[in-house]
């Protein structure tokens, strides 16, 4: 089965890379791997805002972390032309905005890599940080980047 048809299985359409908020590209390919820069947690087309352990719960982390994953496919399609080019999710990144005594923050990153695990599979298992930080552009929940093999 190809990439595409677990992701319409999923009942997930990828969207058009975002225009960078600051001084930086999407993307950068270089060798046969892909740096997908960090991409932060939106919802209604806006920064998902909330601090983990104030005014977010894990749940709601969690499915911000998943929606960043969609997004984050959908700029690793274009930067590849094609996502069954993708020999493996090489790593994520994951910052979570979170109060000091909030410590489940591996928990919300579980969003976005259960989703690049079914959408994947083998090639979907990857290596992982996840970290609690005071803030992040926007004031967005979570932010997390991606490395991928072509």
Known sequence: ??????????????PPVATPA?????????????FISGHIAKKDGKAWVGQLGKTMQTEE??????AIAVDLMGTLHAAVG??????????????????????EQHLVTNGASELIGQVFGDKGAHARSAFG?????????VEIELIAEV
């Open 1 to 14: 089965m190809s990439i595409y048809d677990k992701l319409k299985d999923l009942g997930i359409t990828l």
């Open 22 to 34: 600051a001084a930086y590209v999407p993307f950068v390919k270089t060798g046969n791997l892909v």
């Open 133 to 141: 930080v005071a803030q992040i552009p926007m004031g967005a929940c």
């Open 61 to 66: 982390g969690k499915a911000a972390a998943r």
């Open 82 to 103: 094609d996502l069954n080019n993708v020999k493996r999710i090489v790593k994520l990144m994951s910052l979570v905005n979170s109060t000091p005594d909030f410590t």
